[in-house]
């Protein structure tokens, strides 16, 4: 009786959840009233002038929300209940994480994402600041340049680099020649054609001033990644095996450099 009970409400406690977003999420202007009164406590009429919606579809959206117990009323200012801010935060994230994968469709569809964590996939709004790099007929080395110039201008680099570009090994040499820092994630024959393209010296020294680390990954690395000083930079595998060097993603926003750099210490456990 009482395991009838508890999945009876159990039951109702999902029903209530899934009714609450419903509601939330299938109008437009509720939204907007929720993103405004998310930052700050408002009245009605302060809701009209930052949304510039008409007076009577805030004010009855307003009424819809506080009969629902979604915004309480305290000294003429409406404020958004707890449990309904969780409620908000999530639904912007999935909103977010769509728009972003629907703008840059030709780079996330058709390609291979298993490299990506859990926490990166969730946290993947984190890209929303980035820029899509694609090549053209006219410039068929745009992304390999975009991404020289980001390791030229570093003094620090961590990289995933599943395949060795023939720019590599000087780039790398360069930044330990100027005592900067190198951390790579790299399969074994990359490292061997890698290392045997830098100068013999540079490269011992900066192995013992621990400046130069090399993780060695005994699978197929699926993934390019780049974490410069200010910028971030990444690539992906199509369904068919093969590096698409035609396009990546970069960023100098902050929250991406944090997202690459989460997800390169990630991939550098199980290496």
């Known amino acids: 009786m009482n395991q009838k009970n508890g999945g009876k409400r159990k039951m109702n406690s999902h029903g209530k959840l899934n009714n609450d977003i419903k509601f939330l999420a299938k109008s437009e202007i509720r939204l907007k009233i929720l993103s405004e009164l998310y930052n700050h406590p408002d009245n009605v009429r302060g809701i009209v002038n930052k949304t510039k919606i008409t007076y009577s579809s805030v004010s009855s959206n307003m009424a819809k929300l506080e009969q629902n117990n979604h915004i309480i009323k305290i000294r003429n200012k409406y404020h958004i209940n707890p449990m ?100 790579l994630i790299i399969p074994n024959d990359i490292n061997r054609a890698l290392m045997s393209q830098i100068n013999e010296k540079i490269r011992r020294n900066a192995m013992r001033e621990k400046r130069l680390k090399i993780n060695h990954s005994k699978n197929d690395l699926k993934i390019y990644l780049t974490i410069c000083d200010v910028s971030m930079s990444l690539g992906l595998f199509k369904n068919d095996g093969s590096f698409d060097q035609n396009r990546i993603v970069i960023s100098e926003n902050e929250k991406s450099r944090n997202w690459a750099l989460n997800l390169f210490e990630s991939i550098k456990e199980d290496a």
């Open 84 to 183: 309904t801010m969780i409620y908000f935060k999530t639904l912007m994230d999935f909103k977010n994480s769509i728009e972003l994968i629907t703008s840059y469709s030709t780079f996330w569809g058709k390609h291979d994402i298993k490299e990506l964590n859990i926490e990166s996939i969730k946290s993947i709004t984190d890209l929303k600041e980035s820029k899509l790099i694609e090549t053209t007929p006219l410039d068929i080395y745009r992304t390999h340049n975009v991404i020289k110039e980001q390791l030229i201008k570093s003094n620090s680099i961590k990289a995933i680099f599943p395949y060795l570009h023939p720019d590599y090994p000087q780039l790398i040499e360069d930044i330990l020649k100027n005592k900067g820092n190198v951390e």
